[in-house]
């Protein structure tokens, strides 16, 4: 078992090149294993030529590049989205969506097994938390990504990254600074900021302390609902954190980085989707840079409720829209292999199609 040992992508640049001081290797060491590790991706040690033999020997014996393993991959019916099933050492499971529309690539990734958060609509929520991903399993969901990509689509890899996927990333806060930093990094992996989203339920203190760390990342703040009577039934954190905290912490976020905030909104038939929601949530987000993006609440198994109409769902934005605030309505994708928003879900009886062997 792998527990324990040292996983290469769960360290800083600065603490890789204290490991390789402790080895008695010279500084720039330090620099052509990070090449390898962020530009050049490389599959497996004996691909970092440069290394001596000896070194390279070392590194496989006391340490791990790739820790997640391939465990089932799923293909949308469109061929527009993928969802794969990972295992982390210990035999958790998690699931990173890649999706590939608009000219766009986005990964969609975890930060968590499970989540503990409650939302009683999404099917992470319904699982609990299991346990907080490492950074290193974070940042390994996107190279994994860009590694299909780089081989598959002509050497163009991703564009986007989100972190919308199992858990939530501010209750797993310096595992997903730390993931967001090293791939952030100029000497590295060199993504950029404005072009990855965090989406949070709304933890109030965290938001705060992410406003203040200076980073051109866009966030997203998950609303479904514009009243705390609603929200505290279907978004339960809001009971700890409730609207007007929450929308305060938000105008501070606009102010300091000056950004446009995205808040989202899961429509359901009947609950959250009448007018008095849209107009309470207009009034919510007066003169705050903002845009709704709202999605019909996609089915998952531990919650009876449906999606709004098709009508509901743009009289809802028309009442936004007439309010001047702007409103997109999202695409449900991915529907058919459960990869949509709030349907993640790991489970042993999943369909597996295609499984490949995980590089090392
Ligand atoms: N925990 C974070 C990020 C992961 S969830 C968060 O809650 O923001 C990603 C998005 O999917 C969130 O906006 C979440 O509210 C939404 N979501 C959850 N369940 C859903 C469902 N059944 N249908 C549509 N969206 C859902
Ligand atoms: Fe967790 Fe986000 Fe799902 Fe809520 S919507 S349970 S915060 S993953």
Redesign the pocket.
Known sequence: MDVGVTSLYDLSYDELKALLASWGEPAYRASQLWNWLYKRLAPDFDAMTDLPAQLRQRLAAETRLYRLRLVAEQQSSDGETRKLLLALPDGQMIESVLMGYSRRRTACISTQAG?G?G?V?????QMGLLRNLSSGEIVEQVLYLERELRTSERERGLTNIV???????LANYAATLAALRRLMDPTGFNFGARRITI???GLVPAIERFSREGLQVGL???L?AATDALRNQIVPINRRYPLARLMAVCRDYVARTGRRLTF?W?LIQGVNDGPEQAEALARLVTGLLCHVNV?P????RG?PGSPSTRERVAAFRAILERAGVPCTVRVRRGIDIEA????LRTEVEMQVSSPAPAAT
Do not use: D, K, R
């Not at 609509?121 to 929520?125: H, I, L, S, W, Y």
């Not at 972190?163 to 990333?169: A, K």
């Open positions: 989540c958060m939302c609509f999404c099917a992470t929520g972190f919308m996927g199992m858990g939530e990333p989406s949070t339920v997203a703040v998950s479904h989202e899961a999605i609440l996609n089915p998952t919650y949509g928003c709030g349907q």
